[in-house]
């Protein structure tokens, strides 16, 4: 029988920058449903939970880094002395889903009215084009933090809209065009965002197509 | 219009291990057909051709590291310098074909007769069997480099003999279990590994039942 690993819950702020202002900043917006969490520990929160209840299989993928030295000490184990972060080729998070693949990028922003595009690459864009013509289910997770709103953001409105940029100059999506493109969830206890709701109706929506 | 990188071949030899035997190795089974290519650069030069030709979207995780120290010196770029590898929680490869989520692991192995289970970590083989419970298509691509031989095992099967080896002890599958249970799949020039045909059959197979 295949054992499973125990479904401990992910660190709330392990992966939190080393910013001394973070606490801080977390603190102010701590309330009960988002818990001063940043939208990726919200995500990997979500996706421990999906996983323990065997609803779908979604990982965060780790930084590519370019190694150049590794030191191999006696009696201990190999530490890396030189290395540098390379640029990713894709989106930071991919899984499986009822059959259906996922891919997507999860972005936060302090604004309140207005999402930049500048905060996506180029090749994030491209391979969420490149997932859509395989038929994934591709969208990217933005989240206002200051107003505590969180959009499902579908890549066929995000590609348009980066593409608008690059034509006319266009450079934000604002909060109301987000609204009436995106599929609202709240940030919430179990899980932290629940996404597999909208990606849900991202089905049903692409299904009745 | 979304604009896409330049289809550049992935240099055979980059990731090659940094071991003074490796050329000699290398050379020593180069052929017409794998060129001294190691599993892993078959599969990546594969996957950037399936990309190219928007046959399939497969990209290689990257290593997970837990970075400790990072320098970030005047006018150039951050260093990494201390960091450790990481345990992954997942096999190595994962994408998008034609709507279906494919996962992978690839294992090569030195030996003629049979291949050694130890040679997959546990958190692999669970992760094989959370993802075909989402209905994901789930193989390992074993390649006995010495026979030139290369072969999509799907993680049926391979679960299969993971359960066998921790109850009665049976730990590798013989060359005649792993052709009698898998997809032969032939190195060659462009894929270097047509591993996507045996996708097809393992789709079709499935979709039969």
Sequence with gaps: ????????????????????????????????????????????????????KAVAVVHKKPTP??????????????????????????????????????????????NKTSFPLKNFHEHQIVHLHQC????????????????ERYFVTPATFLIKCWNDWQKNGKSSMSLEEIEANSIEIKSGFRPALPYIDAVDQIIADRNKQ
Tied chains: 1, 2.
């Design 65 to 110: 880094i370019q190694i150049v030295k590794v030191d191999y000490p006696k009696r201990s184990k190999a530490v890396i002395r030189e290395a540098y972060f390379r640029q990713a080729s894709t989106t930071d998070y991919n899984g499986v889903y009822r059959g259906y693949y996922l891919d997507f990028e999860a972005k936060e922003t302090q």
């Design 132 to 147: 859509l013509q395989q038929d994934g289910i591709c969208f990217a997770i933005i989240g206002f933090m200051t107003l």
């Design 1 to 52: 029988m295949v054992k499973y690993p125990t479904g401990s819950a992910v660190p709330y702020r392990a992966s939190a920058p080393k910013d001394r202002g973070f606490w801080k900043k977390a603190g102010k917006r701590a309330s009960f449903s988002d818990r001063g969490m940043t939208l990726e520990q919200q995500i990997n929160e979500s996706n421990q939970y999906y996983l323990n």
